[in-house]
Protein backbone atom coordinates (compact mmCIF):
# COMPACT_ATOMS: atom_id res chain seq x y z
CA UNK A 1 0.00 0.00 0.00
CA UNK A 2 0.76 3.57 -0.88
CA UNK A 3 -0.08 6.78 0.88
CA UNK A 4 -1.97 9.22 -1.22
CA UNK A 5 -2.23 7.15 -3.85
CA UNK A 6 -5.77 6.09 -4.83
CA UNK A 7 -7.13 2.41 -4.49
CA UNK A 8 -7.71 2.10 -8.52
CA UNK A 9 -4.41 2.98 -9.75
CA UNK A 10 -3.28 -0.82 -10.04
CA UNK A 11 0.45 -1.30 -10.45
CA UNK A 12 0.73 -1.90 -14.33
CA UNK A 13 -1.57 1.63 -14.65
CA UNK A 14 0.46 3.35 -12.15
CA UNK A 15 3.44 2.05 -14.17
CA UNK A 16 1.93 3.02 -17.36
CA UNK A 17 1.15 6.68 -15.80
CA UNK A 18 4.59 7.59 -14.90
CA UNK A 19 5.89 6.32 -18.53
CA UNK A 20 3.84 8.69 -20.63
CA UNK A 21 5.65 11.61 -21.71
CA UNK A 22 3.93 15.26 -22.51
CA UNK A 23 0.91 14.91 -25.11
CA UNK A 24 0.75 11.30 -24.70
CA UNK A 25 -2.93 9.80 -24.47
CA UNK A 26 -4.48 7.65 -22.22
CA UNK A 27 -7.95 5.81 -23.26
CA UNK A 28 -10.27 4.71 -20.53
CA UNK A 29 -12.95 2.74 -22.13
CA UNK A 30 -16.24 0.65 -21.22
CA UNK A 31 -16.44 -3.16 -21.06
CA UNK A 32 -17.61 -3.09 -24.55
CA UNK A 33 -14.62 -1.32 -26.04
CA UNK A 34 -13.18 -3.51 -28.90
CA UNK A 35 -9.49 -3.60 -27.79
CA UNK A 36 -7.07 -4.90 -29.77
CA UNK A 37 -5.18 -7.76 -27.98
CA UNK A 38 -1.88 -6.51 -29.89
CA UNK A 39 -1.72 -3.49 -28.00
CA UNK A 40 1.27 -3.27 -25.98
CA UNK A 41 -0.44 -1.41 -23.15
CA UNK A 42 -3.39 -3.01 -21.64
CA UNK A 43 -4.78 -2.11 -18.00
CA UNK A 44 -7.86 -4.18 -17.30
CA UNK A 45 -10.07 -2.67 -14.42
CA UNK A 46 -12.77 -4.67 -14.99
CA UNK A 47 -14.31 -3.72 -11.52
CA UNK A 48 -14.69 -0.04 -11.35
CA UNK A 49 -16.82 2.67 -13.72
CA UNK A 50 -15.31 4.72 -16.12
CA UNK A 51 -16.01 7.81 -14.67
CA UNK A 52 -14.37 6.30 -10.91
CA UNK A 53 -11.06 5.08 -12.92
CA UNK A 54 -11.00 8.46 -14.57
CA UNK A 55 -11.29 10.70 -11.11
CA UNK A 56 -8.10 8.23 -9.77
CA UNK A 57 -5.88 8.54 -12.97
CA UNK A 58 -6.76 12.58 -12.68
CA UNK A 59 -5.41 12.41 -9.08
CA UNK A 60 -1.80 11.97 -10.92
CA UNK A 61 -2.05 13.35 -13.98
CA UNK A 62 -1.40 16.72 -15.39
CA UNK A 63 -4.54 17.63 -18.02
CA UNK A 64 -2.95 19.43 -21.25
CA UNK A 65 -4.91 22.29 -21.80
CA UNK A 66 -2.68 24.23 -24.10
CA UNK A 67 -4.88 23.02 -27.17
CA UNK A 68 -8.04 23.17 -28.25
CA UNK A 69 -9.37 20.03 -26.58
CA UNK A 70 -8.02 17.53 -23.42
CA UNK A 71 -10.41 15.19 -24.01
CA UNK A 72 -12.50 13.21 -26.07
CA UNK A 73 -15.74 11.19 -25.77
CA UNK A 74 -17.99 9.77 -28.42
CA UNK A 75 -21.05 11.25 -29.81
CA UNK A 76 -24.44 9.16 -28.93
CA UNK A 77 -26.09 8.35 -31.17
CA UNK A 78 -25.46 10.78 -34.13
CA UNK A 79 -26.57 13.46 -32.62
CA UNK A 80 -23.87 16.09 -31.21
CA UNK A 81 -26.20 18.08 -28.41
CA UNK A 82 -27.11 14.93 -27.01
CA UNK A 83 -25.35 14.80 -23.56
CA UNK A 84 -25.38 11.33 -21.27
CA UNK A 85 -25.16 11.38 -17.97
CA UNK A 86 -21.62 9.59 -18.43
CA UNK A 87 -20.50 12.90 -20.69
CA UNK A 88 -21.87 15.70 -17.76
CA UNK A 89 -19.63 12.90 -15.06
CA UNK A 90 -16.71 13.08 -17.42
CA UNK A 91 -16.77 16.86 -18.09
CA UNK A 92 -17.44 17.85 -14.32
CA UNK A 93 -14.35 15.77 -13.87
CA UNK A 94 -12.24 17.38 -16.43
CA UNK A 95 -13.28 20.64 -15.20
CA UNK A 96 -12.36 19.73 -11.11
CA UNK A 97 -8.60 18.57 -11.95
CA UNK A 98 -8.05 21.01 -14.87
CA UNK A 99 -10.65 24.03 -15.11
CA UNK A 100 -9.69 25.32 -18.48
CA UNK A 101 -9.74 21.90 -20.14
CA UNK A 102 -11.99 20.99 -22.46
CA UNK A 103 -14.05 17.36 -23.02
CA UNK A 104 -14.91 17.78 -26.89
CA UNK A 105 -17.26 15.12 -28.97
CA UNK A 106 -16.41 13.39 -31.90
CA UNK A 107 -17.81 11.11 -34.09
CA UNK A 108 -17.30 7.43 -32.78
CA UNK A 109 -14.97 5.95 -35.49
CA UNK A 110 -12.49 8.90 -34.41
CA UNK A 111 -12.60 7.96 -30.61
CA UNK A 112 -11.63 4.63 -31.86
CA UNK A 113 -8.78 5.85 -34.06
CA UNK A 114 -8.08 8.18 -30.43
CA UNK A 115 -8.19 5.46 -28.22
CA UNK A 116 -6.41 2.83 -30.37
CA UNK A 117 -3.38 5.23 -31.49
CA UNK A 118 -3.45 5.99 -27.05
CA UNK A 119 -0.59 5.58 -24.93
CA UNK A 120 -2.24 3.06 -22.68
CA UNK A 121 -6.06 1.92 -22.94
CA UNK A 122 -8.12 1.49 -19.30
CA UNK A 123 -10.25 -1.35 -20.17
CA UNK A 124 -12.93 -0.54 -16.98
CA UNK A 125 -15.96 -2.77 -16.06
CA UNK A 126 -17.91 0.50 -17.33
CA UNK A 127 -21.43 -0.78 -18.46
CA UNK A 128 -23.08 2.51 -19.97
CA UNK A 129 -22.66 2.53 -23.93
CA UNK A 130 -20.98 5.45 -25.14
CA UNK A 131 -18.74 5.28 -21.47
CA UNK A 132 -15.16 5.97 -22.99
CA UNK A 133 -12.97 9.01 -22.35
CA UNK A 134 -9.62 10.53 -23.84
CA UNK A 135 -7.46 12.63 -21.94
CA UNK A 136 -4.47 14.00 -23.32
CA UNK A 137 -1.12 14.57 -20.79
CA UNK A 138 0.18 17.50 -19.56
CA UNK A 139 3.09 18.98 -18.44
CA UNK A 140 4.33 18.85 -14.75
CA UNK A 141 5.88 22.22 -13.99
CA UNK A 142 9.21 23.04 -12.29
CA UNK A 143 8.92 24.85 -8.91
CA UNK A 144 9.46 27.75 -8.27
CA UNK A 145 13.08 28.07 -7.19
CA UNK A 146 12.64 31.03 -5.45
CA UNK A 147 10.41 29.56 -2.67
CA UNK A 148 11.45 26.07 -3.00
CA UNK A 149 14.02 24.71 -0.34
CA UNK A 150 14.34 21.70 -1.02
CA UNK A 151 17.87 22.05 -3.22
Not at 76 to 89: G, N
Request: aromatic share 6%; proline share 7%; hydrophobic share 45%.
Amino acid sequence: MLIGVHPLLSPDLLHALRSMGHRHDIAIVDANFPCDPDHRRVVRLDGASAADVLEAVLTVLPVETEEPASAWRMIAYDDPAMMLPIFDEFAALVRSHAPDGVLAAVEPNEFKQRAGASYVVVVTGEQRLYGGVVIRKGVVTAPDTRTDHRR
